[in-house]
């Protein structure tokens, strides 16, 4: 397993290849994630010891790209597979896939955690759900995408070029939402100052690793534990 992530533009543009050398593959889990979600799942393996995951990332740019998701997803568990993984995890929400993502995990034999977006991963499903009603006017920051705003978010919906397209894509939200997994004042800073930018009220709301530390151990538990 990796020590650490790359840096968060890589993992924005690049993702984070499937581990290489001498590593062993037969025995070991092999996690398909976002990129926005790298460094959360690396700390998690460290803080609970889970020696036996491996990680691979998408580029979390993909975030704008719904439609490319499930067919990028399926590249990358058919390479663990060559690799010589027999235990797969896709790390992926729904995404706004339409169900792509399912279908191509059903095919390929290998399951996915549920939830409608990876941010929701941090709360936990239900307690997402729970929110829905109240937060249905919602654009939702983790600490990823408040560090990577501007290359995901106003960079790559293009807002730099045309700021006209704002309404375009926000006219429907009344809020950000930052969802914290660490507390940070230079985070909650640039988070809400991507609420400022959007025109949106803030919110801040801790949420810690949440339930992602739960779908990362369930993955171990394919080895009887991991």
């Not at 590593?23 to 979600?37: I, K, M, Q, S, T």
């Not at 439609?67 to 729904?94: F, N």
């Not at 792509?100 to 929701?120: F, M, N, S, W």
Request: with cysteine; hydrophobic share 45%; aromatic share 8%.
């Amino acid at each position: 397993m990796r020590a650490s992530a790359p840096a968060d533009d890589a993992l924005t543009a690049e993702g984070l290849a499937l581990p290489t050398g001498a590593v062993d593959p037969h025995d070991r889990v092999l996690l398909v994630a976002c990129g926005a979600l790298a460094r959360e799942v690396l700390a998690l393996v460290r803080q609970d010891g889970l020696q036996a995951i491996d990680l691979t990332c998408l580029p979390a740019l993909l975030h704008n790209r719904p439609d490319k998701i499930a067919e990028a997803v399926r590249m990358r568990v058919q390479d663990g597979k060559r690799q010589g993984y027999r235990h797969i995890s896709v790390l992926y929400a729904e995404c706004g896939t339409g169900g792509a993502i399912d279908a191509v995990c059903a095919e390929e034999g290998v399951a996915r955690i549920a939830g409608p977006h990876c941010y929701a991963f941090f709360e936990g499903p239900e307690t997402f759900a729970s929110r829905a009603d109240e937060e249905i006017g919602a654009f939702y920051l983790t600490d990823f995408l408040a560090r990577q705003f501007d290359a995901i978010v106003w960079r790559g919906l293009g807002l730099d070029r045309h700021p006209e397209l704002r309404d375009c894509y926000f006219g429907h939200y009344d809020r950000v939402v930052y969802l914290a997994q660490t507390d940070d004042p230079a985070l909650d800073r640039a988070a809400e100052a991507a609420a400022e930018r959007l025109g949106l009220a803030f919110v801040r709301r801790f949420t810690g690793f949440g339930g992602l530390g739960h779908a990362v151990r369930d993955a171990a538990r394919q080895l009887g534990g991991g």
